[in-house]
């Protein structure tokens, strides 16, 4: 088992180097001089200069990136200068808000996808069935601005059900937080849950063809049981794998939503960053998802040896 | 268990069911696309209002006798926009592709073909690309180096350099296996006759497949960022700013958001249709989905 | 010989749609085995012996068509609902399968899938379960069975997987255990141990065993009655020491010659049986095995001859020129 941690993290390291150093490349080598936008209207050539050689811009490259390495490894990702607070505080003040969306997006769309997906499996080539993939195609046509009109003009406009927009922490009025995440998620969980049942669809289809489920019913175990023990765990690994990559994309991904809808995450702070052409954030930020993308899809892998003993022995 | 061959589910009862070929629906897709296309070709020259001609008092027309489909917010003509609106997504989502398709294509037939530490370098390098949030680069390198068509292109194109490469690797491996590789080594031919007389017609079918679903990304990533406002500029109509645009206006005059919307949603839908429909008669690799 | 039967097919037929015309895998095909009694069922690949086994076991692929009535322990199996037919599997039917690499689940533990069984047909407790099923490895000769309950079958080897597969099927103590091959995908040093094996159960247990095969030399000893099937059909049928001393179908003395034997001289020729056996989408109007037979006649190829009353010995056979009787005994 620990064979297979160890090499996973092998794995890792380099790619989270790789991963800082194009972060770094991209923010440094973007044109727009940092000391120019800071000070503004008093830019004077001596003032830039001054705050250049404070800011360090006169190192090399390669002794700023190891620099700014040495702080990011002590969880120090810089000050923002627009907002005077460091930039981790800010992550974490807004990491929750995401947080809180990827969960609701995630348990809406494996609600509706994994009992949809045994559906589908078990009636295979059925009325369902064929719907069902049919729904899923066109759905990739579907990007997420274009499921979030629609459902704000059903739920906000028509019906008045639910928010347009606006965020209500958690600590202030659950009911109305949830209120305020549902729509966002309802938009992101569309558009993940055709992938997530076609995935395991496929996958149970497979399994409910081998040899150990006519041995499950030649035992005369219930049919629910034989589904949900004997065939789901097997078919499980690439709906883990997906959900896992979906999760990781979310963290930084979910940007649209969060700017249609106004809620205070990650997502909305690149994109306030951007705008505001506030390089500091951006890249701290830009490495934190990143970084957090490829942490997630090691965690996937761990939990592909969890789900098959055959991958933790040694043998696929 | 020893069975007869024909004896499991499903193989033996239904004949081949696996190859979709061109149907009913593929039609549909690819008429609707040459109708969009001569549109956007044309667009100069057909009897239309100007897309940019504003008219203050003529605000939000619902569709009707002058305009077609109505006014948008600034009393611009809507169906006029929709058509050079289409002339923008086609072009940034034809174009972007190619950059992908050329680039990956080549990086995937290298891995696949000599495998070992450059296959490990360039599957890594495509992961390393792969891990950053793909809209966030789009955004920060448009923003940087101004909104204009070819900056999106090339940022586009080259965001969807990792997917080709994937494809052209596990394309290439399937049939670095099959015998015509292996006799053509056997003749002594080098590895670039290989690489070109063998695997690249054999590799560029799929690939082909694979660029027309890319286009249909392209188009979708291209609306997203111009409703951010961080794509096109205006005034220049994008289906994605107009859709940006209708949100505002979502009580009063829907259309405004649901037009642009069902156009985008049907080209990139015809998209999926022709590239899949391709890909499910081109793929060597065996099949998943 | 006791009145009693345990299982009576009658007229059993197993149709396969597929894209050429239907296809018919079972052809007419009548047994009966009495409690305690194993019957060996012999053919070789395609000849409809495992489509048998799976129509007895209600397992067959949705599309196929069953004809015919399965009475097993006094109940129609046709008539019988989805329900009913679940609470016999296990403690009344019983299946060993041919390869236990692909019928364990290889996700789920060995204990796992031994106590399931007993906990959804006896209804015991966990704690209960595990101790049986601990037992239940031990009497398959399985050594050290607290450790392997926490394993996993591909931490097994062959033999000792097959033994599993022996012990959930003894679990509820089955009136009938069907073997579909179940030594086929094993080393030859361990064919014998897991049919003894499997001998020894059925003694002890009073149980009635079916025990399909492709190989004759594995029913010899093992079995009281043979049924030997070629094409879909029973085409002999005879009590174990009358087979192999008289048998009186072609094919079957066919089968047997076919089996290479320890004292023939060095580079014998295996006398192979020429030719293969029909297309079973084009059924032949008269017998299936005359374009191969040594002895085949005109009336041979004009109508299928059926499974006579059977002659003095006991013997059953399909023939219209059966093989004279032997004089003195054979093997």
Not at chain 3, 52 to 61: N, S
Request: proline share 7%.
């Amino acid at each position: 088992m620990f064979g297979f941690v160890g090499q996973r993290l092998l794995y890792l390291v380099p790619v989270l180097i790789a991963v800082t150093m194009l972060t770094f490349l991209i923010a440094s080598l973007l044109p727009g001089d940092l000391a120019y936008v800071m000070l503004g209207d008093q830019a004077t050539p001596d003032k830039v200069a001054a705050l250049r050689a404070q800011l360090g811009y006169d190192l090399p490259l390669w002794q700023r990136y190891l620099n700014w390495l040495g702080d990011v490894v002590t969880g120090d990702l810089g000050r923002s200068f627009r907002t005077g607070e460091t930039i981790m505080s800010t992550v974490l003040d807004r990491l929750p808000v995401s947080i809180e969306l990827m969960i609701l997006t995630e348990i809406m769309a494996l609600g509706l996808g994994i009992p949809l997906a045994i559906l589908c499996a078990v009636r295979s080539g059925g009325a369902l069935d064929r719907f069902l993939t049919g729904a899923a195609f066109a759905k990739l046509s579907l990007p997420s601005y274009m499921v979030a009109i629609v459902l704000i003009y059903i739920f906000a406009v028509e019906l008045n059900w639910l928010p347009a927009t606006g965020y209500v922490p958690l600590a202030e009025d659950p009911w109305g937080n949830l209120r305020s995440f549902l729509l966002p998620a309802m938009t992101l969980a569309f558009g993940e849950w055709p992938v997530l049942m076609r995935v395991l669809r496929s996958d149970m289809i497979a399994t409910l063809q081998e040899d150990y489920i006519a041995m499950a019913k030649a035992k005369g175990l219930r049919p629910a049981r034989i589904l949900l023990v004997h065939a789901l765990k097997p078919s499980s690994l690439t709906l883990i794998t997906v959900s896992g990559i979906n999760i990781g994309r979310l963290i930084g991904g979910a940007l649209i939503v969060e700017t249609i809808f106004a809620l205070p995450g990650i997502g909305r702070l690149l994109v306030g960053a951007i705008y505001a052409r506030d390089f500091m954030i951006l890249q701290g930020v830009v490495l934190f998802v990143a970084a957090g993308f490829v942490v997630v899809n090691f965690v996937v892998d761990l939990l592909y040896a969890v789900l098959d003993p055959r991958i933790r022995h040694g043998r696929a | 268990m020893a069975v007869l061959d024909v004896g499991s589910d499903t193989s033996a009862v239904t004949p081949v069911r696996k190859r979709r070929g061109p149907g009913p629906l593929f039609l549909c897709a690819a008429s609707w696309l040459v109708l969009i296309g001569m549109a956007a070709i044309l667009a100069d020259r057909l009897p239309m209002q100007s897309p940019f001609d504003m008219d203050m008092l003529g605000k939000r027309l619902p569709p009707g006798s002058a305009h077609l489909l109505g006014t948008d917010n600034f009393g611009r003509d809507v169906l006029a926009r929709l058509i050079y609106g289409a002339r923008i997504s086609l072009s940034v989502g034809l174009l972007a592709p190619v950059i992908g398709v050329v680039i990956g294509g080549c990086l995937g037939m290298l891995a696949g073909y000599f495998r070992g530490p450059w296959e490990t370098l360039i599957t890594g390098g495509a992961d390393v690309l792969l891990a950053f949030p793909p809209l966030v680069f789009a955004l920060a390198v448009t923003t940087y180096l101004g909104q204009s068509i070819p900056n999106m292109i090339l940022v586009i194109g080259i965001l969807g350099i990792p997917a080709f490469t994937r494809v052209a690797r596990a394309v290439t491996l399937t049939l670095s296996q099959r015998e015509f590789v292996v006799a053509a080594r056997a003749l002594g031919a080098t590895h670039a006759r290989i690489l070109l007389r063998e695997l690249l017609p054999n590799v560029a079918l799929p690939l082909l497949a694979f660029f027309l679903l890319l286009v249909a990304v392209t188009i979708v990533v291209e609306g997203a960022l111009s409703f951010l406002g961080l794509g096109v500029p205006p005034p220049a109509p994008s289906w994605g700013s107009m859709i940006g645009e209708g949100r505002e206006s979502l009580e009063i005059a829907p259309w405004l958001a649901f037009l642009p919307a069902g156009v985008m949603f049907i080209t990139v839908l015809a998209f999926n249709v022709i590239g899949d429909t391709l890909r499910a008669l081109t793929d060597p690799r065996p099949a998943r989905l | 010989m006791s009145d009693e039967i345990l299982l009576s097919v009658e007229g059993m037929t197993v149709d396969l749609p597929t894209a050429r015309g239907a296809l018919r895998a079972v052809d007419g095909v009548d047994l009966a085995l009495a409690p305690g009694r194993t019957l060996g069922v012999v053919g070789e690949s395609g000849c409809g012996k495992t489509m048998l086994a799976r129509a007895i076991l209600q397992l067959l692929p949705k599309r196929a068509r069953l004809g015919g009535r399965i009475l097993f322990d006094g109940e129609d199996l046709l008539q019988l609902s989805p329900e009913a037919l679940r609470r016999l599997r296990g403690p009344k039917l019983a299946v060993v399968f041919q390869d236990p690499m692909t019928s364990l689940n290889p996700v789920l533990t060995i204990g796992t899938q031994i106590v399931e069984t007993l906990q959804a047909h006896l209804g015991m407790a966990t704690a209960a379960a595990t101790e049986r099923a601990a037992e239940l490895l031990t009497a398959v000769g399985i050594p050290a069975p607290q450790q392997r309950l926490r394993q996993y079958p591909h931490q097994l080897s062959g033999g000792m997987r097959q033994r599993v597969a022996i012990a959930i099927a003894l679990s509820c103590e089955p009136k009938l255990l069907i073997a579909d091959e179940p030594t086929t995908a094993l080393d030859v040093t361990v064919q014998a141990q897991i049919l003894d094996l499997l001998a020894r159960e059925q003694r002890r247990r009073h149980m009635a065993m079916i025990l399909i095969t492709h190989d004759l030399g594995v029913v010899a000893g093992r079995t009281d009655e043979v049924a030997v099937m070629y094409a879909g059909r029973v085409v002999e049928r005879a009590p174990t020491p009358a087979l192999f001393a008289n048998m009186r179908m072609p094919y079957t003395e066919a089968l047997l010659a076919a089996i290479p034997r320890l004292d023939s001289p060095p580079h014998t020729v295996l006398p192979a049986i020429a030719g293969r056996p029909p297309d079973p989408t084009r059924p032949l109007p008269g017998c299936s095995f005359a374009p191969r037979c040594r002895y085949a006649e005109a009336d041979c190829k004009a109508s299928k001859p059926p499974l006579g009353k059977g002659d003095a010995g006991g013997n059953r056979f399909a023939c219209f020129h059966p093989l004279q009787p032997a004089a003195e005994a054979r093997v």
